[in-house]
């Protein structure tokens, strides 16, 4: 009875956490600063009997709720974090609430709901049932800008995790057995000497000038880096004024590639870069490492038992009133855009799928987005999902994203998402044996003998001043 429990409770309780969702959604907070999502779900979970941990590694909107006692122990990864300058209407025109104000342009109002939904239904389950085990929801800061995990995970805080569970909201439902990119976010400082540019531009030296000269040096390092590699940067400083020789300025840079040595390797070339520039320039340069995540490491063991799971919780279907907003959502983005999403739906004529999708053959390949939730996977095994909460063409960061993720679209999918991830964290308590071993052994093939270890130095605090 187990799963149907699961399930019945789930949908008896779905508008309980739409509303909680659609709080979040309504109060967006950018990363590091997200007290309103933080604050609301460890009240929630806090009053379904959760033991809350607050200010989990020095963040104080990071927590950890547990349920439970002894092995195994399973995580469910939240998120809560919005985007600057996406705030938007649940409308399919361009509409902000707020002006240049955050919104939740990827989704982490229903990604981080969706955990506390599982974790709760499966709470409510072990008791009536008496399951032995521990679960945990794990509210994670800043995926935003990829290191709030990071830092959590670096003071060990999934150290102990028999299996992670974890998704994202998407344009279909798909169980994700492809790597993300390893990633470094890194800040360069260049320091020279102020003069007046017209009177005595000889007096000066112009950190500006350092920055232009990396950044060239790097656009020609893009031949010489394996292919899906990418470099982007922008001048977060380039000076006060045009009469002033540029005393400070600062190029902040994301390097990302398939694997976390093909990332340090680059992070080695453009060090050497940045010091060529100081060299030429007489200035000098020192760097600041933000974020610096791995790639992600799939699961087939939990990565099947997720899919089995998937195709239990029925069929996600949508009102023709939800077919209508979404093809007007559509209809203001590129036509070939959107057929190029909708070519893993199978068909042209499909904009909110609801088929499962599984592709065991992915494992090895690697997609082109980064996220700290991938550190998790080189800690314990690791599934994931996406479900269809966005219609096929729209892009994350957008305000069509923020329109679609505050929309009963984004809701019916954030439900999917917490049955397929509920119903598999009984599968792994009730058979833990059978399925874990599996992963675990699975795992250790994967990583190699190749431990753990942050890659933000210890030095380096998370920035919540």
Same mark, same amino acid.
């Given at each position: 009875?187990?799963k149907?429990?699961?399930?019945?409770w789930?949908d008896?309780h779905?508008?309980?956490?739409?509303?909680?969702?659609?709080?979040?959604?309504d109060?967006?907070q950018?990363?590091?600063?997200e007290?309103?999502?933080?604050d609301?779900?460890?009240?929630?979970?806090?009053?379904?009997g959760?033991?809350?941990?607050s200010s989990?590694?020095?963040i104080?909107?990071?927590?950890v709720?547990?349920?439970?006692?002894?092995?195994?122990?399973i995580?469910?990864?939240?998120e809560y974090?919005?985007?600057?300058?996406?705030?938007?209407?649940? !409308?399919?025109?361009?509409? *902000?609430?707020? &002006? $240049? /104000?955050?919104?939740?342009?990827?989704?982490?109002n229903?990604? #981080?709901? %969706?955990g506390?939904?599982?974790?709760?239904?499966l709470?409510?389950?072990?008791?009536m049932?008496?399951?032995?085990?521990?679960?945990?929801?794990?509210?994670c800061p800043?995926?935003e800008v990829?290191?709030?995990?990071t830092?959590?995970?670096r003071?060990?805080?999934?150290d102990?995790?028999?299996?992670?569970?974890t998704?994202?909201?998407?344009?279909?439902?798909?169980?994700?057995n492809?790597?993300?990119?390893?990633?470094v976010s890194?800040?360069y400082?260049f320091?020279?000497i102020t003069a007046?540019?017209?009177?005595?531009p000889h007096?000066?030296?112009s950190?500006?000038d350092?920055?232009?000269?990396?950044?060239?040096? !790097?656009?020609?390092?893009r *031949?010489?880096? &394996? $292919? /899906?590699?990418?470099?982007?940067y922008?001048?977060?400083?380039? #000076?006060? %004024?045009?009469?002033?020789?540029p005393?400070?300025?600062?190029?902040?840079y994301y390097?990302?590639a398939?694997?976390r040595?093909h990332?340090?390797?680059?992070?080695?070339?453009v060090?050497k870069?940045?010091?060529?520039?100081?060299?030429?320039?007489?200035?000098?340069v020192?760097?600041?490492i933000?974020?610096?995540?791995?790639?992600?490491l799939?699961?087939?063991?939990?990565?099947?038992?997720?899919?089995?799971?998937?195709?239990?919780c029925?069929?996600?279907?949508?009102t023709?009133?939800?077919?209508?907003f979404?093809?007007?959502?559509?209809?203001?983005i590129?036509p070939?855009?959107v057929?190029?999403?909708?070519?893993?739906?199978g068909g042209t004529?499909v904009?909110l799928?609801?088929?499962n999708?599984?592709?065991?053959?992915m494992?090895?390949?690697?997609? %082109?987005?980064?996220s700290?939730?991938?550190d998790?996977?080189?800690?314990?095994?690791?599934?994931?999902v996406?479900?269809?909460?966005a219609?096929?063409?729209?892009?994350?960061?957008?305000?069509?994203?923020?329109?679609s993720?505050?929309?009963s679209?984004?809701?019916?999918?954030?439900h999917?998402?917490?049955?397929?991830?509920?119903l598999?964290?009984?599968d792994l308590?009730?058979?833990?044996?059978?399925i874990?071993?599996k992963?675990k052994?699975?795992?250790?093939?994967?990583?190699?003998?190749?431990?753990?270890?942050?890659g933000?130095p210890?030095?380096?605090?998370?920035?919540?001043?």
């Amino acid at each position: 009875m187990g799963k149907k429990t699961i399930l019945q409770w789930l949908d008896e309780h779905n508008v309980e956490f739409t509303e909680i969702a659609q709080k979040i959604w309504d109060h967006p907070q950018i990363a590091y600063k997200e007290t309103y999502a933080s604050d609301l779900q460890k009240s929630v979970l806090h009053e379904k009997g959760f033991t809350i941990t607050s200010s989990v590694a020095g963040i104080p909107t990071a927590f950890v709720a547990e349920f439970g006692s002894g092995t195994p122990i399973i995580g469910l990864m939240g998120e809560y974090d919005a985007l600057p300058g996406l705030s938007q209407k649940a !409308s399919a025109i361009k509409e *902000e609430v707020v &002006l $240049d /104000g955050p919104g939740h342009g990827c989704g982490h109002n229903l990604l #981080g709901t %969706a955990g506390v939904e599982a974790v709760i239904a499966l709470k409510e389950t072990m008791a009536m049932e008496n399951v032995s085990g521990t679960i945990r929801y794990y509210g994670c800061p800043a995926e935003e800008v990829l290191s709030g995990k990071t830092f959590m995970a670096r003071e060990g805080v999934f150290d102990d995790l028999d299996c992670a569970l974890t998704w994202h909201p998407g344009k279909s439902n798909i169980v994700v057995n492809m790597s993300m990119q390893a990633m470094v976010s890194i800040k360069y400082h260049f320091k020279g000497i102020t003069a007046h540019a017209a009177a005595a531009p000889h007096a000066g030296r112009s950190a500006l000038d350092a920055v232009e000269l990396m950044n060239t040096g !790097s656009n020609y390092l893009r *031949e010489h880096i &394996l $292919d /899906g590699s990418r470099i982007h940067y922008v001048i977060t400083n380039g #000076g006060l %004024a045009p009469n002033i020789v540029p005393e400070d300025a600062t190029v902040w840079y994301y390097l990302r590639a398939s694997s976390r040595e093909h990332v340090e390797d680059m992070l080695r070339r453009v060090n050497k870069i940045a010091e060529g520039s100081a060299l030429m320039t007489e200035t000098k340069v020192s760097s600041e490492i933000i974020a610096n995540v791995y790639e992600m490491l799939p699961n087939n063991t939990i990565s099947e038992v997720m899919l089995e799971n998937m195709n239990e919780c029925g069929v996600l279907e949508f009102t023709q009133d939800e077919q209508n907003f979404a093809q007007e959502i559509v209809n203001t983005i590129d036509p070939g855009v959107v057929r190029n999403d909708q070519k893993i739906t199978g068909g042209t004529e499909v904009i909110l799928p609801v088929k499962n999708f599984y592709f065991p053959h992915m494992k090895g390949t690697t997609g %082109a987005g980064s996220s700290d939730v991938a550190d998790i996977s080189w800690i314990a095994p690791m599934g994931m999902v996406t479900t269809t909460c966005a219609p096929a063409g729209v892009q994350f960061h957008s305000w069509q994203a923020t329109a679609s993720f505050g929309s009963s679209i984004g809701y019916k999918g954030m439900h999917f998402a917490a049955k397929t991830m509920a119903l598999t964290g009984y599968d792994l308590l009730i058979n833990k044996n059978s399925i874990l071993e599996k992963a675990k052994k699975e795992f250790l093939e994967d990583i190699d003998g190749k431990p753990y270890k942050a890659g933000i130095p210890n030095e380096v605090k998370p920035p919540v001043q």
